[in-house]
């Protein structure tokens, strides 16, 4: 569901002192836009004015009833900044990176989001991989079978990437790509659905596609940021089920919290 919120600041300036707040409030239609307030006079340097996020449902928020990262992420961005920073948030469920690629590059709305944002955060990859989990099921996909469309799924989302940075052409901008922690369901609710041989296989599959991601959309001049390790530990040893919502295949309100932070700092640190 996308919900697009305009904004407007009242500014209150006190004759004595020197204290000023800046309040925003966001309202109206398609897609989710949000303002999040600046609490302190402006800081000095470049700062994200509008993040954007891009993607498939862990983007949307699905499955948490939460404040997804993207919201959350303006809000520490205004936060650090003192400035107002907007979000919007164009993730979609079930979305594929051959969607997404055919949106950002034809999609007159979404073109005007990507020329807008100086920031944006792009998660897709794992809905393209969907039938590998059908045949799995089957009983007919071995790692072979799994890892085949790997190489072009993540072609397609560094094509995101360059078709963003085309859009953006001549402006500053950060693009932030992220990986999955596991490209299907995960933690207890995988386990008891599937099974441990099935959370071996996926965690296989998960690996080879973080890797090929990786320096394909650095390639492209995005920033890979790496999920996997704060959801599962680095050898994928820990239980990622406390950061999971119910369903075992998207982030709850921790694991939004948690890639917030994560691309906060990857926003802090990356290039623009």
Not at 39 to 51: F, I, L, N, Q, T
Not at 259 to 268: D, G, K, Q, S, Y
């Amino acid at each position: 569901m996308l919900v697009r919120a305009g904004r407007r600041q009242v500014v209150l300036l006190w004759l004595v002192g020197a204290l000023g707040l800046a309040l925003l409030s966001a309202c109206s239609a398609a897609p989710h836009r949000t303002a999040a307030p600046g609490p302190r006079p402006a800081a000095s340097g470049a700062v994200v004015h509008d993040v954007l996020g891009l993607g498939d449902s862990v983007t949307a928020g699905s499955a948490c009833g939460c404040v997804d990262f993207v919201r959350l992420l303006a809000h520490d961005l205004s936060t650090a900044s003192g400035q107002p920073v907007s979000s919007t948030n164009r993730g979609r469920p079930g979305q594929t990176s051959a969607q997404l690629l055919d949106l950002v590059r034809h999609d007159p709305g979404v073109r005007a989001d990507v020329r807008r944002a100086d920031a944006d955060v792009i998660t897709v990859g794992a809905n393209d991989l969907a039938p590998a989990l059908q045949a799995w099921d089957a009983g007919t996909c071995d790692d072979a079978c799994a890892q085949r469309d790997v190489a072009a799924v993540t072609s397609r989302v560094a094509d995101v990437v360059r078709e963003v940075r085309a859009l953006r052409v001549g402006h500053p901008t950060r693009v932030i790509v992220t990986d999955y922690w596991n490209v299907f369901e995960d933690g207890d609710v995988g386990r008891d659905d599937r099974g441990t041989a099935y959370l071996a296989w996926s965690d296989r599959l998960t690996r080879a596609f973080n890797a090929a991601l990786c320096p394909e959309v650095t390639a492209a001049a995005a920033t890979c940021l790496d999920l996997y390790a704060p959801f599962k530990g680095a050898e994928g040893r820990s239980d990622p089920t406390g950061l999971l919502a119910d369903d075992g295949d998207h982030p709850n309100a921790a694991g939004h919290a948690l890639i917030a932070r994560l691309v906060l700092a990857a926003l802090t640190s990356s290039p623009r």
